[in-house]
């Protein structure tokens, strides 16, 4: 006859495990989103400014200025979304692993600080935002 006990901790690590997911999912949907509402934002701005700015050096600068601090907002609030969908992911692989192991060996679980799950979209994103930064600082500059 099974465990009463082994059974409630099977079922609260499905639970863990499934929330986790779908917490993970929701920190990556926020990264992708929070990356295209910047980089249309931005481009928009810079183009909408471009006509008020004229040849006035004082507001392209302004301008410039302006860009740069909103991408270093825009990567800190996607690094940290990135963060919290790394931790997640490593949360469900640990309980994976218990479930799997159901003995008291956890030596492999993995930590917090180990390399993010999919870095590549990580990557991709963060080059998006340094891209779109970069056109919208030209074509302040541009006339």
Request: aromatic letters at 12%; a neutral charge; proline letters at 2%.
């Amino acid at each position: 006859m099974p465990d009463n006990n082994d059974e409630k901790d099977t079922r609260w690590l499905m639970h863990e495990m499934n929330y986790y997911g779908t917490y993970h999912n929701h920190k990556e949907n926020m990264a992708w989103l929070a990356t295209a509402f910047y980089v249309t934002g931005i481009i928009s701005i810079a183009f909408a400014s471009r006509r008020i700015i004229d040849e006035h050096c004082i507001r392209q600068t302004i301008s410039c200025v302006f860009t740069v601090v909103a991408a270093v907002l825009a990567l800190c609030f996607i690094c940290w979304q990135f963060r919290e969908r790394r931790m997640a992911a490593n949360n469900v692989l640990n309980i994976q692993k218990r479930l799997v192991k159901k003995g008291d060996d956890y030596t492999e679980l993995i930590k917090f600080d180990d390399p993010p799950t999919y870095w590549m979209g990580e990557l991709l994103s963060l080059v998006t935002i340094l891209a779109a930064t970069t056109v919208a600082i030209l074509i302040f500059c541009i006339r």
